[in-house]
Every structure is written in C-alpha cells, then in structure tokens.
T-cell receptor, first 114, second 110 residues
Framework: SQTIHQWPATLVQPVGSPLSLECTVE??????LYWYRQAAGRGLQLLFY??????ISSEVPQNLSASRPQDRQFILSSKKLLLSDSGFYLC?????????????FGPGTRLTVL | GQQVMQIPQYQHVQEGEDFTTYCNSS?????IQWYKQRPGGHPVFLIQ?????EVKKQKRLTFQFGEAKKNSSLHITATQTTDVGTYFC??????????FGAGTILRVKS
C-alpha cells in the first residue's frame, strides 16, 4: 500500500532563517506531487505541483521554492522566512495518469515563524 | 480560471441535527471529490462523483452531483460529535488539476 511521510511534524523558526520541508511517498511510482499551505481555520492554498523529476509548477509567486530530486521525494524550501509563511504545510500525491486526480495527503508540518 | 465556491463557511449544529454543505463550480466538471479534515489532522479523501445527477451514500453521508455537473452537496443526517471537522469539495475540469473549495467547518454541540 502507498504511504506518504512528511517531516518535521512541527517547526518553529525565526524570521529570516532558511526552511527545508521534506515529503516522501512509498509504494507507488511516478506520482504527481503537491505542496499546499493552510492558514489557521482556512482553506488549502496550492503552492507547487510536480508531474515528474525536476518538473515543478508554481501556483503562487512568493519566497518559497520546491524541488523534486527523486521520483518520490518533494522538498519545499525558503532562503529567508517571513512571518506570513507561518501555517500548516501539506504534501499530497496522486496517481499519474489517473482519470480523476484524487489526492492523498501527508500528516503535514506546522510551521511557526517568530 | 476555474473557481470552486463552497458554502457555508462555518456551521454549528446541535447533535442529532442534519447538516448540508454546498459546492458550486464556475465551469463544468469531469468529477467532484469530497474530503474531510478532522481538527488538527490532514484532509482525507471521502468520495468521488463522476456522473451527472449521481447520488452516493456512505452511512449517514449523502453526496450529490448536479445534473449540469457544476454543483454538488454533502448532507449528513443526524450529526454526531465524530462528524466535526472541515469538509472540502474539490472539482476537476477535464484535463486540469483538482481545485479545492474553501471548506465548511462543522462544529457539533452535544
């Protein structure tokens, strides 16, 4: 069966510090991968998605970036965090070539920028 | 671009009351999906609707897809405290990415 992992689970970082969040998927090949951010009590904001290694599409211009160095690894980064980067970061995967883009979410990382 | 609107934003019901959340798309959809996010948790896929006018049931949950494939609803009969959370609809146009609605937060008072 497929599983998706995210780490760390929680993170407190000072403004201006760098960020690296990691997501890995097991049990499937060539998944579509997504990064979402969710502010407290709010909806899901799609940040990046990837259909293959090295292929990243950005949905919202900001100080975040994403990379996919391996088929089942998706990394979210920032060189300098802003207060507004605080939130719940969710990674998700969906099967490549599926009729419907059903997405399966990881447990998330709660980021607080102080 | 495609937009998915979901109402209400928030609903607080007494345990045993019914609950409905509605989802409307600006464009015709190939399918619509529903997800549930428990407080402190991550969204979990509930169901997918594909056919015009489709109705699916999961125990006390009833999901409908409109005839024009532009709107959907989720109805919960006799809510329980285990139903609390945020319910998201997500619509997909043919060949495009899934777009999530803003979600409806459900609180159940016992």
């Amino acid at each position: 069966s497929q599983t998706i992992h995210q780490w760390p689970a929680t993170l407190v970082q000072p403004v201006g510090s760098p960020l690296s969040l990691e997501c890995t998927v097991e049990g499937t090949s060539n998944p579509n991968l997504y990064w979402y951010r969710q502010a407290a009590g709010r909806g899901l904001q799609l940040l990046f998605y990837s259909v293959g290694i090295g292929q990243i599409s950005s949905e919202v211009p900001q100080n975040l970036s994403a990379s996919r160095p391996q088929d089942r690894q998706f990394i979210l980064s920032s060189k300098k965090l802003l207060l507004s980067d605080s939130g719940f970061y969710l990674c998700a995967w969906s099967p490549l070539g599926g009729v419907a883009d059903t997405q399966y979410f990881g447990p998330g990382t709660r980021l607080t920028v102080l | 671009g495609q937009q998915v609107m979901q109402i209400p934003q928030y609903q607080h019901v007494q345990e045993g009351e019914d609950f409905t959340t509605y989802c409307n798309s600006s464009t015709t959809l190939s399918n619509i999906q529903w997800y549930k996010q428990r407080p402190g948790g991550h969204p979990v896929f509930l169901i997918q609707l594909v056919k015009s006018g489709e109705v699916k049931k999961q125990k006390r949950l009833t999901f409908q897809f409109g005839e024009a494939k532009k709107n959907s609803s989720l109805h919960i009969t006799a809510t329980q405290t285990t139903d609390v959370g945020t319910y998201f609809c997500a619509g997909q146009e043919y060949g495009n990415k899934l777009v999530f609605g803003a979600g409806t937060i459900l609180r159940v008072k016992s």
